[in-house]
């Protein structure tokens, strides 16, 4: 069995004598892991770092095998990010949440597509991509199956005034109906629920810390894991922005 695909690398671990086993992401295979002969060595070591975008050949004897991994740059997304704190910080988190959560071998096509934009433009900077990178957290808990409903208010029906999530239910509050759980309540952005994005780091913090709940209690907290250390690296580089 064989396969060739566009792929992001999500991690590399050292095997051997100067292997590695390399996680990519593809949108057709999903999260799938090989054994890169050399993928350790001064040659290979910057293809296969997480973050860029890469075709990869997979090939293995039998379907359920480790296989082995060979692969060609796209684009060096990790490179052109080191400068930029910010920037690699999202690629960080975005490799690690995807590497610890999605199922392997199982195609998530809509979280593949909404990141691969996301780590293609990095490359401009970190600070007009926050908003993106929320949302594409929302993508993946829904692919998870801890999707928000932010259409409309959990209490009333209401499509207005939608400022609050549920961090129960994971559902949309209007501002009358939040009123009697002010303080239990998660702000909602607005760019989060239709508004025009802006450089805001308030509205990017309320969003990496709205996906962080679900993420932490649903993705990692049912196996009782703790949310990857990249992940709040981010945040904590998003509330520096506000200092």
């Avoid at 064989?2 to 593809?26: F, H, K, N, Q």
């Avoid at 998870?144 to 949309?172: I, M």
Wanted: glycine share 10%; hydrophobic share 45%.
């Amino acid at each position: 069995m064989e396969w060739d695909a566009p792929a992001i690398v999500l991690e590399a671990r050292p095997y051997g004598e100067g292997g590695a086993i390399i996680s990519v992401l593809t949108e057709e295979h999903g999260r799938f892991a090989g054994l890169a002969k050399g993928g350790s060595s001064r040659a290979q070591a910057g293809l296969w770092q997480p973050g860029n975008l890469v075709e990869v050949h997979w090939v293995g004897r039998l379907a359920e095998q480790l296989g082995h991994l060979t692969g060609e740059m796209v684009h060096p997304t990790a490179a052109l990010a080191m400068d930029d704190p910010l920037g690699l910080a999202l690629l960080n988190s975005a490799c690690a949440l995807a590497a610890d959560t999605l199922p392997e071998r199982e195609p998530h096509p809509r979280v593949f597509a909404a990141l691969l934009p996301l780590l293609a433009h990095l490359h401009t900077g970190g600070i007009g991509l926050v908003d993106e990178y929320v949302r594409w957290e929302m993508t993946l808990l829904e692919a998870l199956g801890y999707g928000l409903d932010l259409s409309r208010c959990a209490a009333t029906g209401s499509t207005e005034a939608l400022n609050w999530v549920s961090p129960r239910t994971g559902r949309a509050v209007s501002d009358p109906a939040a009123a009697p759980f002010a303080g239990r309540l998660l702000p909602l952005p607005a760019f989060l629920h239709g508004a025009q994005a802006e450089r805001d780091p308030e509205a990017w913090l309320q969003g990496l810390r709205l996906t962080g709940h679900f993420l932490a209690r649903d993705a990692f907290g049912a196996r009782n894991r703790p949310v990857p250390p990249a992940r709040e690296r981010l945040e904590h580089r998003v509330a520096d922005l506000l200092s």
